[in-house]
């Protein structure tokens, strides 16, 4: 397995690749939905689908870059920071800052 990332567009695609056997034609179509599964005797389905629906509902995007044959490529585009909203300063204040109690500093 191969995961990079690159800039692009002012966003970053990260990349992550294998060297299995590929999706084929027949599951393409299929392969984000719940429960769409083939090659793997254990797997239920819905690795991707859940991994599309968490990517979606934080702004980003996922799609699957593979023709049949071996290895798969999945690209993902994280949601942007627009720093005019939200610069990361702000966003580590929100999360390390502890909030006090009145009278308290």
């Known amino acids: 397995m191969r995961v990079s990332a690159e800039s692009a567009d002012h966003s970053v695609i990260v990349s992550v690749e294998d ?22 005797r254990h797997g239920m389905g819905l ?3 859940l991994s599309k629906r968490t990517i979606l509902d934080h702004g980003g995007e996922i799609w699957a870059d593979s023709t049949t044959g071996p290895g798969a490529r999945f690209l993902i ?9 939200s610069p990361p300063d702000t966003i580590l204040r929100s999360v390390y800052t502890r909030p006090t109690r009145p009278g308290t500093r």
């Open 47 to 49: 690795g991707l689908a």
């Open 77 to 85: 585009r994280p949601a942007r920071l627009t720093p005019a909203l």
């Open 19 to 40: 060297d299995g056997a590929g999706i084929s034609s027949e599951v393409r179509p299929h392969l984000f939905e719940p429960f769409a599964t083939a090659g793997k």
